[in-house]
């Protein structure tokens, strides 16, 4: 008798383990869908909690070519493969004579799972994108989680490890799915069919509470239909500018930015997010333009009061081999919170990169000082009024870099429909 009832523990704490991992499952896939919509949408406008460099980045995965599957994020999917086991779960107790061979279901379905995790992982993320999603690992852990109890479950039975093994993944007796009664299905149903019809509302949903309205959305669609008629400019290039690509691409991004603009910081983490989608064919070129009277005399006022020093130190970072570090700390890591605190906090948040010594020296170096001004002579002849100013193949961009327009931009141009 105390052995039955101990058995039954070890069952129910199995079961909690589970639902625990299929929990986190859930709401991590959730949220990564509910991210991948933001993404798409233009709604994110920095970089999330999850990244952190370009190496750490959940951002660039999850606006991958391989975030989807034939349109459908893989986010989504794997909520709903997380609720269904969920369900099954809750539609089968360990009183019932189906429950081992439940296991022995999910059990398959995990361990598919796992497979196509681990291409996810190593063959996607790791050689092909070059990048590593911490909150896609976590899905993957909590579905290893629930196949090593899946297993242990299964195989309750057995002491080794290969028996455990071949009595998870022998075919599960799908007649003893006869016990389960009718109500219970029907209720699994229509919470499946729910779940789904949540899914598919739900990025309409996130789209509609964004500040995107009907007027902007059209105008996005008539700068399209005008886009290969736009006039193309010759733009500089220069070995100081701070570049990422291959020079002889077939497109190429010229941006004119301010480091201290709030609307930069929004272009440089849709730009930093979509690139990596088009590596070696697209070539990419970063000029400083400072909205800061103290080096730009476009301005008749000192709008951004540290915007010169910080583009400056840009400039530094180039010569010293730096620069894409400085850029990814000072964009997609430095808050307009550090901005207002004075340069002294902004110095103390840039020692990652450069210590306060350092610092003093590259403001002190009249080369930096040299390729700024080169770069606001560059905006000028553009006549370039406000930050960011991006021109791709020479064509100026006028409505809002989302990456959802960046990418139907970049693919425009490689196909060659963007008038070149």
């Not at 009183?95 to 598919?112: E, H």
């Not at 400072?290 to 010569?319: E, F, T, V, W």
């Amino acid at each position: 008798m105390n052995s039955k009832l101990n058995f039954q523990s070890l069952v129910k704490k199995t079961v909690l383990w589970q639902a625990a991992f299929t929990i986190i499952g859930l709401a991590t896939c959730l949220y990564l869908f509910i991210h991948h919509t933001r993404l798409e949408s233009g709604i994110q406008e920095s970089a999330s909690f999850c990244s952190f460099g370009r190496f750490v980045d959940c951002d660039s995965v999850n606006i991958s070519r391989f975030s989807e599957i034939f349109g459908v994020p893989i986010a989504a999917l794997g909520a709903l493969y997380f609720f269904i086991l969920l369900s099954l779960s809750f539609l089968v107790t360990s009183q019932d004579k189906f429950f081992i061979n439940l296991q022995r279901v999910m059990a398959w379905i995990t361990g598919l799972a796992t497979i196509y995790n681990l291409v996810l992982l190593f063959i996607v993320q790791i050689v092909i994108l070059k990048s590593f999603c911490l909150m896609c690992f976590l899905t993957y852990v909590c579905t290893g989680g629930h196949l090593f109890f899946n297993i242990k479950l299964a195989g309750v039975n057995e002491k080794k490890i290969k028996n455990k093994l071949l009595n998870t993944f022998k075919t599960p007796e799908f007649s003893s799915l006869k016990t389960i009664s009718h109500m219970r299905w029907i209720f699994g149903s229509i919470s499946l069919i729910t779940f789904i019809s949540l899914l598919s509302i739900l990025p309409y949903f996130i789209r509609s509470r964004s500040s995107a309205n009907t007027f902007v959305e059209n105008s996005i669609q008539q700068f399209f239909i005008t886009w290969k008629d736009l006039p193309q400019r010759k733009l500089p290039v220069s070995l100081n500018d701070g570049t990422w690509g291959d020079p002889n691409s077939q497109v190429q991004i010229v941006e004119f930015s301010d480091f201290e603009c709030p609307f930069c910081r929004k272009a440089a983490f849709t730009i930093h997010t979509t690139l990596k989608l088009f590596e070696n064919r697209v070539f990419f070129v970063f000029k400083n333009f400072p909205l800061d009277s103290s080096c730009n005399p476009n301005l008749p006022y000192q709008l951004h009061a540290h915007a010169c020093k910080l583009a400056r130190l840009a400039a530094c970072a180039q010569i010293r081999g730096k620069f894409w570090a400085f850029h990814d700390l000072a964009f997609l890591k430095m808050s307009d919170e550090d901005i207002k605190e004075g340069f002294d906090h902004i110095s103390e948040t840039l020692k990652p990169v450069f210590t306060v010594e350092e610092i003093a020296a590259c403001l002190s170096d009249s080369r930096t000082l040299k390729k700024v001004t080169e770069d606001i002579q560059s905006g000028t002849s553009l006549k370039i009024k406000s930050t960011p100013s991006i021109f791709i193949n020479g064509k100026l961009v006028t409505i809002p870099l989302t990456v959802e327009v960046l990418k139907k931009l970049l693919t425009l141009e490689l196909m060659g429909d963007g008038g070149r």
